[in-house]
C-alpha cells in the first residue's frame, strides 16, 4: 500500500492481517470542534492542547493552536481560517480550515482540510505508524486518519467476540454480541489560555506553553 511517498509491508493470509497496525483511538486527535471555538473566540488567542496518558496522565503530546494570517495566496490555496499547530518542540503545521453545511441541520460546521489529501475532514491525527514494533507510532504532520494510516479498534471485527458453542449462541440470542468496551478517541483537554494550563499543572507559564 501506498499513501503520500510512504510504504509499509502488509498481506493477507488465511484472513489474518500482518503488517504495521495502529488503532486510531491510540493517537492525539485533534478535534476541529476545537479550532472552531478558538477562530471563534472574540479574543483571538491561542489554545492550548494537551493529551494526556489515560493510564498515568503524563502529558504525552501538546500543541498550540493560533489564527495563521500571514499566507493569504500561499499555493493559490484559500488561506482563510486557516490555523497555526505549533508542537513544543517547534516544529509548526498550517491547517486550512473550511464552513460546510450541516447535513439535515440548521448553521454551519468547521472542518480541518487534511494536507495530503486536501479532504475536510472533522478531526486530525499527530502520530503515524513508525518504528520498531508493528504497534508502534512516531509524532508526524496533523493528518487525516486514512492518510496517517490509522485504524478503527472495531476493524476486522476486533471488538466483538462471536460465540461458536450453542451456550454462547443461546447467550448471544438472549443478551446479543459479546462486546468489548469501544475504545474512546484520544481528545485533548483544552485550554484557552497559558494561565489555565498552568492552573491546571500542565506547565509553567514560562516554560513555552505560550
Ligand atoms: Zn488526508
Keep these: 500500500m501506498v499513501s503520500n511517498g510512504r510504504t509499509y509491508p502488509r498481506c493477507r493470509r488465511g484472513?489474518?492481517?500482518f503488517g504495521r497496525r495502529v488503532n486510531c483511538e491510540q493517537v492525539p486527535l485533534l478535534p476541529a470542534g476545537a479550532v472552531a471555538r478558538m477562530l471563534d473566540d472574540p479574543r483571538k488567542i491561542p489554545y492550548l492542547l494537551v493529551w494526556r496518558s489515560r493510564s498515568d496522565s503524563t502529558v504525552q503530546e501538546a500543541a498550540r493552536i493560533a489564527p495563521h494570517y500571514e499566507t493569504a495566496d500561499f499555493g493559490g490555496l484559500d488561506w482563510t481560517g486557516a490555523v497555526e499547530v505549533k508542537r513544543h518542540d517547534g516544529t509548526r503545521?498550517?491547517?486550512r480550515t473550511v464552513l460546510r453545511a450541516r447535513p439535515r441541520k440548521s448553521g454551519r460546521v468547521?472542518?480541518?482540510i487534511c494536507p495530503y489529501c486536501s479532504v475536510p475532514r472533522r478531526a486530525l491525527y499527530g502520530w503515524e505508524p513508525?518504528?520498531?514494533f508493528t504497534n508502534s507510532v512516531t509524532r508526524s504532520n496533523w493528518q487525516c486518519r486514512s492518510c496517517a494510516m490509522l485504524r478503527y479498534a472495531s476493524e476486522g471485527g476486533a471488538l466483538v467476540s462471536r460465540g461458536r458453542s450453542s451456550i454462547a449462541r443461546l447467550f448471544e440470542q438472549r443478551?446479543?454480541?459479546?462486546?468489548?468496551p469501544r475504545p474512546e478517541p484520544w481528545l485533548p483537554y483544552v485550554f484557552s489560555s497559558p494561565r489555565d494550563a498552568a492552573a491546571a499543572g500542565v506547565c509553567k507559564l514560562n516554560d513555552g506553553c505560550s
Excluded at 175 to 180: A, I, K, Q, R, V
Design 15 to 17: 484472513g489474518r492481517f
Design 93 to 95: 503545521n498550517f491547517i
Design 175 to 180: 443478551f446479543g454480541l459479546l462486546c468489548s
Design 110 to 112: 468547521r472542518l480541518l
Design 130 to 132: 513508525g518504528g520498531q
